[in-house]
């Protein structure tokens, strides 16, 4: 399996009251699909997974499901859990939605200590949907566990038959290249830093999975069409767009201010869920302002 393009990391949707919105997850997908990405990452970092139950992240694998294939995007759904039956029940429901792939972080409170731990992990995890391609989501900076990825890819075949890749949300570009060239480049390789987007092109990623693309894909097309032509000045100058807009977007809380983002281009997905602080209509408001002073809304037009 080799994915290219871009591939969103989708909001999990919810009303005011923080409960479950699947309702949403249709327009979201109509959206996506209509500005040029690819395929979506369901339930994620940027999906809150961890500050949602089992149940509802079946759910919501069961609306993604549906509106993935209504709109023609490849389906990998995030079924990483601190706990095994937990983590299986999201596989099995991840293969019945329709799901193209399966992947997951590590787990982050009793934490796999090495490699081979890791591996025996993901293999009692995967062994439910094991026709899936699987993708280790490698994000140290949120779960605590930095393992040998290229390593993992080394030992993980005889272990995970189903690994297709990694998900690579890691700063470390010695080890991204040193993956790279796994088993002959034969490894998918998801970039997953959406402001070096150009660093995972030029060591050779064709996909990248992100939380920006799911209302900037406008900045990052540039920067895939100036790469394949080989114009690094059109490329670096639409990846400078897309770091201010994520430094913009941080200095008010990421992930809260990102859903704000959502609701400004008219694909409200509510607020982030506790215990991530929801924005305030003033906060919402300086923003939106400091945005159009950056020329985000026209980057994106």
């Not at 991530?276 to 919402?284: A, H, K, M, Q």
Request: with cysteine.
């Amino acid at each position: 399996m080799k994915l290219t393009g871009l591939i969103a990391a989708p909001h999990t949707p919810c009303n005011t009251d923080y409960s479950l919105n699947p309702e949403a997850v249709a327009k979201q997908a109509w959206h996506l699909s209509n500005t040029g990405v690819k395929g979506v990452f369901v339930g994620g970092t940027t999906g809150e997974c961890h500050s949602y139950s089992t149940e509802e992240r079946i759910e919501l694998f069961k609306a993604w499901g549906d509106a993935a294939k209504a709109n023609d995007l490849v389906n990998i759904a995030h079924v990483g859990h601190n706990n095994l039956p937990d983590a299986q029940a999201l596989a099995e429901a991840a293969q019945e939605s329709g799901a193209d792939a399966i992947g997951a972080m590590a787990p982050n409170f009793f934490k796999p200590g090495s490699v081979k731990e890791l591996l025996d992990w993901f293999a009692l995890v995967t062994e439910v949907a094991s026709e899936l391609p699987f993708y280790f989501y490698d994000i140290p900076g949120m779960t605590g566990v930095s393992l040998d990825t290229a390593e993992f890819l080394r030992n993980g075949r005889d272990r995970l038959p189903s690994l297709a890749g990694v998900k690579f949300t890691n700063p470390d570009q010695e080890l991204l290249a040193e993956c790279m060239q796994m088993e002959s480049g034969s490894f998918d390789i998801l970039f997953g830093t959406d402001e070096k987007l150009i660093e995972g092109l030029q060591l050779g990623c064709h996909g990248a999975v992100g939380s920006s693309y799911n209302f900037a894909a406008n900045i990052y097309h540039p920067i895939l069409d100036a790469h394949e032509q080989g114009d690094l000045e059109t490329a670096k100058l639409w990846q400078d767009r897309s770091i201010k807009t994520i430094d913009t977007i941080a200095a008010h809380g990421y992930l809260s201010a990102a859903k704000m983002v959502m609701k400004m281009i008219g694909v409200d997905c509510g607020p982030a869920r506790p215990p991530l602080p929801s924005l305030t209509e003033p906060d919402g408001s300086a923003l939106e302002k400091e945005l159009k002073e950056i020329g985000f809304f026209d980057w994106i037009a």
